[in-house]
Nanobody, 125 residues
C-alpha cells in the first residue's frame, strides 16, 4: 500500500513563504514523476507542479510559475514544494500525487493513482 505524507502547511501572510514536504517509504518515488495538486471548496483539484523521475524536468501551472519550486531528494524519499510570494488565491488544500505508470511528468489528475491526505495552506491578505 503506497502512502504519501504531506507536511508543512499552515497560515502565512501574503508575500510570505512555506515549504511543503511529501514523504514516502523507501523506493516509492524511484523512477516515477511526482506532482503537487491543490483544491479549494467547490472546485476541482488542479495541477500545481510536477517533477520528472530524475529531477531533470519540471512543470508548473501558469498561476504559480516563477513563485513555486518543486524538487526531490530520492535518497530521503521526499519531494518538496517551495512556495514564495504567496497570495491569498493560493489558499487551498495541497496534495502530493503519484502515478503507478512511468510518465515523464504528471499534469492531469487522471494520471494519478495515489494521493496524500492533503495539507492546508492558508494565505491571509
Amino acid at each position: 500500500q503506497v502512502q504519501l505524507a504531506e507536511s508543512g502547511g499552515g497560515l502565512v501572510q501574503a508575500g510570505g513563504s512555506l515549504r511543503l514536504s511529501c514523504a514516502a517509504a523507501e523506493h516509492t518515488f524511484t523512477y516515477r514523476a511526482v506532482g503537487w495538486f491543490r483544491q479549494t471548496p467547490g472546485k476541482e483539484r488542479e495541477f500545481v507542479a510536477s517533477i520528472s523521475w530524475n529531477g531533470g524536468t519540471t512543470s508548473y501551472s501558469d498561476s504559480v510559475k516563477g513563485r513555486f519550486t518543486i524538487s526531490r531528494t530520492d535518497a530521503e524519499n521526499t519531494v518538496y514544494l517551495q512556495m514564495n510570494s504567496l497570495k491569498p488565491e493560493d489558499t487551498a488544500v495541497y496534495y502530493c500525487a503519484l502515478p503507478d505508470r512511468r510518465f515523464e511528468l504528471i499534469e492531469d489528475g487522471n494520471q494519478i493513482d495515489y494521493w496524500g491526505q492533503g495539507t492546508q495552506v492558508t494565505v491571509s491578505s
